[in-house]
C-alpha cells in the first residue's frame, strides 16, 4: 500500500512537472487545492490506465518495439498519456493533452521526472 501511495504521489508530481512545462498540456482550476486535487485524481486514472491498458498495447506492438529497438515506448507512453487525458475529459478533470505531439513531450517529461523522483525516494 505504501508503494502504491508514493508512485501515486511521483505519477502527480511528474504530470505536474509536464503541465507547467508543455503548452499543450494544461491543467487548471480556481487555486492550487483544485489543481492539487485534480492532479491526484489525474495520477490515479493514468496508474490505471497503465495498468490495464499499456500491457496490452505494448504486446500487440512488440514487432514494433523489435524493429525500433525499443524506441517505440515513447509512442506508446504518448498514447497512454493521451488516453488518460480522455478519461480525465469523462470524469470532468480539469486536465487536457492537445494533441499528440504534446502528449509525446509531456510523455518523455513525465518518464523522466518520474525516473529520477523515484531514484531520490527510493522505496526500501
Known amino acids: 500500500m505504501k508503494g502504491f501511495?508514493?508512485?501515486?504521489?511521483?505519477?502527480?508530481?511528474a504530470i505536474?512537472?509536464?503541465?507547467?512545462i508543455v503548452?499543450?498540456?494544461?491543467?487548471?482550476?480556481?487555486d492550487?487545492?483544485?489543481?492539487?486535487?485534480?492532479?491526484?485524481a489525474v495520477a490515479l486514472v493514468f496508474g490505471v490506465v497503465n495498468w490495464l491498458i499499456k500491457p496490452v498495447v505494448q504486446l500487440f506492438s512488440l514487432p514494433l518495439f523489435i524493429l525500433t529497438l525499443g524506441l517505440f515506448t515513447f509512442v506508446v507512453n504518448a498514447l497512454m498519456l493521451w488516453?488518460?487525458?480522455?478519461?480525465s475529459d469523462k470524469l470532468d478533470l480539469d486536465?487536457?493533452?492537445?494533441?499528440?505531439?504534446?502528449?509525446?513531450?509531456?510523455?518523455?517529461?513525465?518518464s523522466l521526472v518520474s525516473w529520477g523522483l523515484s531514484l531520490a525516494l527510493d522505496e526500501d
Do not use: P
Open 95 to 110: 486536465f487536457h493533452v492537445e494533441g499528440f505531439w504534446s502528449a509525446l513531450l509531456g510523455a518523455l517529461i513525465v
Open 32 to 40: 492550487w487545492q483544485h489543481k492539487t486535487l485534480t492532479v491526484l
Open 16 to 20: 505536474w512537472v509536464a503541465a507547467w
Open 83 to 87: 488516453l488518460t487525458s480522455w478519461a
Open 5 to 13: 501511495v508514493i508512485k501515486t504521489l511521483i505519477n502527480a508530481a
Open 23 to 30: 503548452t499543450g498540456i494544461t491543467l487548471t482550476g480556481d
